[in-house]
């Protein structure tokens, strides 16, 4: 770290020495990850933009009565323009990807439908990787209420988190725009500016009553992380400061709070409700008057206590089914991001992206249509659940969302696979990772270094043996990365300011103790969002 410091002359935090990735040492905007100058990615040939928009989102869903959208009126011919390249020392070949395609399926019979609006519970249990839970096949009883609401749940077996590290997929989640298309800042627990659009505020416009019960200090708003945008009630249990926090036992707050609040919300009105319990966070506690199953090594412990938070869960889920509206109540449970335990020579989280830190668990309920229960194996994001729960809510987005809603598997319709992407935003105690999956194949970008990682999933599941410099798709996927920062993260319109300095809009936030107090003035240009420092 001394010697990058030393040799990085335009103090962009990359050097161009020791392997470290910096492309252009004379310019501050050229460094691995930037999403304002040169990222200093490959020069490859981007794909078409609508062609990779396409295979980022999937094709349109089948409409939910099965019928086939009505046919466009053909637009005027005009000349196409080439796409964008990149430009390259050599003459490179045109990279034409593989389309993703639905295997074909029969058409399935009249089934249930969907009666909107529905009201909606979302719980998030932190850092539950997807490989230790019951209803995934854990052998390990962690979960034993989630298991019963698997049983009357779509669950989706392999789903990704945006991220590895709360702050970036909480953000991602509840926004449904990944945090490199969002106002923020670059702090380590981010916080987000007012100009964005969350999902509770798309739900509050459109008459639902929105409701949140957390636990950490980072949601209190004192913090000002941001995500409480749009909640009508917001309530933090059982909070304590910094380090804590982290040996803290929060779910029975949790529990018990979120119980109060569903009797208080109404019968009559759709509403909305988030959850989220902490305990499986490291550091890995026993709780009193809770059996201890198993051993006292740190898989042991942190298995504990996703049983204690499971078991708060469940007297949450019980409490619903006595809610006077529980018959129109659809449940989603899920986890923020997975955790290592010495794969890849990593613990903890949020310092990689591979699977142990990015698979996690999610199932949805909906009453009268996924009560007999079902699996899905394709892979999913987590992206997906804003356009899902606006979709269930009855309430229709404001804007283009990342993702799609997951209506159509619900009702038992099949959709075409689709590409799957996560990043890690750069901070102060790291330089940034991003990955993309194509099929079985996930494409791993570290910025420190500026190196690239290819596995197979379906040949190594562990991503032990990496094909970078082997395979013949690397290319391919190189191309996929640079078209996803180029394409698929500029949606223009939706987080772009007119004329705006960058310090106005943040300067209720000149206290912070982590951010610089000097800002970059100009204007936001495409979907770039990050606050520069200078």
Same mark, same amino acid.
């Given at each position: 770290?001394?010697?990058?410091?030393?040799?990085?002359?335009?103090?962009?935090?990359?050097?161009?020495?020791?392997?470290?990735?910096?492309?252009?040492?004379?310019?501050?905007?050229?460094?691995?990850?930037?999403?304002?100058?040169?990222?200093? #990615?490959?020069?490859?040939?981007?794909?078409?933009?609508?062609?990779?928009?396409?295979?980022?989102?999937?094709?349109?869903?089948?409409?939910?009565?099965?019928?086939?959208?009505?046919?466009?009126?053909?637009?005027?011919?005009?000349?196409?323009?080439?796409?964008?390249?990149?430009?390259?020392?050599?003459?490179?070949?045109?990279?034409?990807?593989?389309?993703?395609?639905?295997?074909?399926?029969?058409?399935?019979?009249?089934?249930?439908?969907?009666?909107?609006?529905?009201?909606? #519970?979302?719980?998030?249990?932190?850092?539950?990787?997807?490989?230790?839970?019951?209803?995934?096949?854990?052998?390990?009883?962690?979960?034993?209420?989630?298991?019963?609401?698997?049983?009357?749940?779509?669950?989706?077996?392999?789903?990704?988190?945006?991220?590895?590290?709360?702050?970036?997929?909480?953000?991602?989640? +509840?926004?449904?725009?990944?945090?490199?298309?969002?106002?923020?800042?670059?702090?380590?627990?981010?916080?987000?500016?007012?100009?964005?659009?969350?999902?509770?505020?798309?739900?509050?416009?459109?008459?639902?009553?929105?409701?949140?019960?957390?636990?950490?200090?980072?949601?209190?708003?004192?913090?000002?992380?941001?995500?409480?945008?749009?909640?009508?009630?917001?309530?933090?249990?059982?909070?304590?400061?910094? @380090?804590?926090?982290?040996?803290?036992?929060?779910?029975?707050?949790?529990?018990?709070?979120?119980?109060?609040?569903?009797?208080?919300?109404?019968?009559?009105?759709?509403?909305?409700?988030?959850?989220?319990?902490?305990?499986?966070?490291?550091?890995?506690?026993?709780?009193?008057? +809770?059996?201890?199953?198993?051993?006292?090594?740190?898989?042991?412990?942190?298995?504990?206590?996703?049983?204690?938070?499971?078991?708060?869960?469940?007297?949450?889920?019980?409490?619903?089914?006595?809610?006077?509206?529980?018959?129109?109540?659809?449940?989603?449970?899920?986890?923020?991001?997975?955790?290592?335990?010495?794969?890849?020579?990593?613990?903890?989280?949020?310092?990689?992206?591979?699977?142990?830190?990015?698979?996690?668990?999610? #199932?949805?309920?909906?009453?009268?249509?996924?009560?007999?229960?079902?699996?899905?194996?394709?892979?999913?994001?987590?992206?997906?659940?804003?356009?899902?729960?606006?979709?269930?809510?009855?309430? @229709?987005?404001?804007?283009?969302?990342?993702?799609?809603?997951?209506?159509?598997?619900?009702?038992?319709?099949?959709?075409?696979?689709?590409?799957?992407?996560?990043?890690?935003?750069?901070?102060?105690?790291?330089?940034? +990772?991003?990955?993309?999956?194509?099929?079985?194949?996930?494409?791993?970008?570290?910025?420190?270094?500026?190196?690239?990682? #290819?596995?197979?999933?379906?040949?190594?599941?562990?991503?032990?043996?990496?094909?970078?410099?082997?395979?013949?798709?690397?290319?391919?996927? @190189?191309?996929?990365?640079?078209?996803?920062?180029?394409?698929?993260?500029?949606?223009?319109?939706?987080?772009?300011?007119?004329?705006?300095?960058?310090?106005?809009?943040?300067?209720?936030?000149?206290?912070?103790?982590?951010?610089?107090?000097?800002?970059?003035?100009?204007? +936001?240009?495409?979907?770039?969002?990050?606050?520069?420092?200078?």
């Amino acid at each position: 770290a001394l010697a990058e410091r030393a040799s990085d002359r335009d103090k962009d935090g990359f050097s161009p020495l020791f392997g470290h990735g910096d492309c252009n040492d004379a310019d501050a905007m050229a460094y691995p990850g930037s999403d304002e100058g040169d990222d200093c #990615l490959p020069d490859v040939v981007l794909e078409d933009r609508a062609a990779f928009e396409a295979r980022l989102h999937g094709d349109d869903a089948a409409s939910e009565s099965g019928e086939p959208e009505p046919p466009e009126e053909a637009e005027p011919s005009v000349p196409v323009a080439e796409p964008p390249v990149r430009p390259a020392a050599e003459p490179v070949k045109p990279v034409v990807p593989e389309p993703l395609r639905a295997p074909p399926v029969e058409a399935l019979p009249a089934g249930p439908r969907l009666q909107r609006p529905y009201n909606v #519970l979302v719980i998030t249990v932190d850092t539950v990787r997807s490989d230790h839970v019951g209803f995934l096949g854990y052998e390990r009883d962690t979960t034993a209420s989630l298991d019963r609401l698997a049983k009357a749940s779509l669950v989706f077996e392999r789903a990704y988190s945006p991220s590895n590290m709360t702050p970036i997929s909480m953000g991602a989640i +509840f926004s449904g725009h990944y945090d490199s298309e969002l106002f923020r800042d670059d702090s380590h627990f981010i916080r987000f500016d007012e100009k964005n659009t969350f999902l509770a505020e798309q739900l509050q416009m459109g008459g639902v009553l929105t409701s949140g019960v957390l636990t950490h200090w980072y949601f209190e708003k004192s913090k000002k992380s941001g995500l409480y945008q749009g909640f009508d009630r917001w309530q933090v249990a059982g909070t304590k400061w910094g @380090k804590e926090m982290e040996d803290a036992t929060t779910s029975d707050l949790v529990a018990d709070a979120a119980i109060a609040e569903l009797a208080a919300l109404p019968g009559d009105k759709p509403w909305f409700l988030w959850v989220h319990f902490l305990d499986p966070h490291k550091w890995y506690v026993m709780h009193d008057g +809770f059996a201890k199953r198993w051993g006292t090594g740190n898989k042991d412990r942190y298995d504990h206590e996703i049983a204690f938070a499971d078991f708060h869960v469940g007297r949450v889920l019980d409490a619903l089914r006595k809610h006077p509206a529980a018959s129109r109540t659809a449940v989603i449970a899920t986890s923020d991001h997975g955790e290592a335990f010495g794969e890849h020579s990593t613990a903890f989280h949020g310092f990689s992206l591979y699977e142990d830190q990015l698979r996690v668990p999610l #199932l949805v309920h909906v009453p009268g249509v996924t009560d007999g229960g079902r699996r899905v194996s394709k892979r999913v994001s987590l992206i997906d659940l804003a356009p899902t729960i606006l979709d269930l809510q009855g309430v @229709k987005a404001g804007g283009k969302l990342q993702g799609r809603s997951l209506a159509p598997e619900l009702l038992g319709k099949d959709t075409p696979p689709r590409l799957i992407y996560s990043e890690r935003v750069k901070g102060p105690y790291s330089a940034g +990772f991003r990955s993309i999956i194509d099929g079985d194949l996930k494409l791993v970008w570290r910025a420190a270094g500026n190196r690239f990682e #290819l596995y197979d999933l379906a040949r190594d599941p562990q991503e032990l043996h990496d094909l970078v410099s082997s395979s013949p798709e690397a290319e391919r996927m @190189k191309s996929a990365m640079a078209s996803m920062l180029e394409f698929g993260l500029d949606y223009k319109g939706i987080n772009v300011l007119e004329n705006a300095e960058i310090s106005q809009g943040i300067k209720d936030y000149s206290n912070w103790p982590t951010i610089p107090q000097l800002y970059v003035k100009g204007e +936001f240009v495409g979907g770039c969002d990050i606050i520069r420092e200078m």
